[in-house]
Nanobody
Framework: QVQLMESGGGMVQSGGSLVLSCAASGRNLGNNVMGWFRHFSGTHELQRELVATITTHGAVQYGNSVKGRFTITRDGRENTVKLQMTDLGPADTAVYYC??????????WGQGTQVTVSS
């Protein structure tokens, strides 16, 4: 079983920055994709928007709304990822979920961490 431990998040003023971290543990993690998705209040509980993902080999993908503002990095040997978020705005307010998709395309999710940006 895969476990994802998230840290970071919280409240920040518009224009500020935050860092989210996620550490994966478990057996047979192998090649995988790790990243972050977010859920906005008032939307279906299963509706999560792509924020950023990064593969074991370093290939990255960003959601259109965060390109140029967020940066995802990972320590491959430790299966940890960090999401540096800058120039945050109220529209970024959401619950952010760490995700790991393993080599069998099975998804694992963290508990979620709240990010609130005040105007």
């Amino acid at each position: 079983q895969v476990q994802l431990m998230e840290s970071g998040g919280g409240m920040v003023q518009s224009g500020g920055s935050l860092v989210l971290s996620c550490a994966a543990s478990g057996r047979n993690l192998g090649n995988n994709v790790m990243g972050w998705f977010r859920h906005f209040s008032g939307t279906h509980e299963l509706q999560r928007e792509l924020v950023a993902t990064i593969t074991t080999h370093g290939a990255v993908q960003y959601g259109n709304s965060v390109k140029g503002r967020f940066t995802i990095t990972r320590d491959g040997r430790e299966n940890t990822v960090k999401l540096q978020m800058t120039d945050l705005g109220p529209a970024d307010t959401a619950v952010y979920y760490c995700n790991l998709m393993n080599q069998y395309n099975v998804n694992f999710w963290g508990q979620g961490t709240q990010v609130t940006v005040s105007s």
